[in-house]
């Protein structure tokens, strides 16, 4: 799903991560993880509950602060004071760079109640980024008929459905225009057939070649959309690869456990 890009800077990923390190108290939630995230790219991350999917994409865009290791944005370094549980970003010119670029999806939708669908799509990108309204929301109307809910622009959050809200969500994170999208399991809080709807989106976005790390228990949609699989095990990498490999040949016995437990749900 990678895409060929032509400006000098294509190599740099998106997002570098290097021996990133995260504790709660005494609890080590990552204890030394590394991931690289291409243009183009998709970055599927699994694992059990608690071994530190969720975590790892909030350090990716400065929603939890770790505690050791690097963050690197388009090859720029994350720039820290401080050290171990004390530490925190130097810059907040940077974080709120980092933040407008590396657009998060939850898993609840977080949608704000009091504004329609069309206004919350348009939020951000007028008051954050300061674009001109007229203009936000031309992007943002073509943008809610992408994720096919043209229909609820002036519809309030509580009328729509799970998978309708979470399609919202997504073409408000899309109106930011990221360099990155980052899914905390986009479709978990939904019923199966609300799932799929959010998954045909999800495949329509991998398909336009989009920069993206989702975190999802669903096997499924990291299969089919990935360039690269990484199974977190008890905060570390246990095994990562395509996913033809990850999910067809895996190599650690843990690995294998878990898709025997998962796929049989």
């Known amino acids: 799903m990678s895409d060929d890009m032509n400006d000098s800077t294509s190599d740099i990923p998106v997002i570098e991560i290097r021996d990133l390190q995260k504790s709660y108290g005494p609890l080590d939630v990552l204890k030394g993880v590394s991931l690289s995230a291409p243009r183009g790219h998709v970055v599927s991350l699994i694992g059990s509950s608690g071994s530190g999917k969720s975590t790892l994409l909030r350090c990716c865009n400065l929603l939890e602060n770790s505690h050791a290791g690097e963050i690197l944005f388009l090859g720029d370094p994350v720039r820290w004071k401080g050290q171990g549980k004390a530490r925190q970003p130097a810059s907040r010119d940077q974080v709120s760079l980092m933040r407008t670029q590396l657009a998060m999806v939850f898993q609840q939708f977080n949608l704000w109640s009091h504004m329609t669908v069309l206004q919350n799509v348009m939020e951000a990108p007028v008051t954050v980024l300061g674009q001109k309204p007229a203009v936000v929301e031309a992007r943002a109307r073509d943008l809610l008929a992408k994720v096919g809910i043209a229909d609820k622009a002036d519809a309030w959050?509580?009328?729509?459905?799970?998978?309708?809200?979470?399609?919202?969500?997504?073409?408000?994170?899309?109106?930011?225009?990221?360099?990155?999208?980052?899914?905390?399991?986009?479709?978990?809080a939904l019923d199966p057939e609300l799932q799929q709807e959010v998954v045909r989106v999800i495949k329509d976005l991998a398909g336009e070649h989009r920069t993206m790390i989702l975190v999802t228990h669903d096997m499924r949609l990291a299969a089919d959309v990935s360039d690269k699989v990484i199974f977190l095990h008890q905060g570390r990498i246990e095994e990562e690869g395509p996913p033809d490999q990850v999910f067809g040949a895996p190599k650690s016995d843990r690995l294998r456990q878990f898709l025997s437990a998962t796929m049989a749900q």
């Open 157 to 188: 959050p509580a009328q729509l459905s799970g998978g309708q809200q979470q399609r919202a969500a997504i073409a408000r994170a899309l109106c930011m225009e990221p360099k990155a999208l980052l899914f905390d399991e986009p479709t978990s």
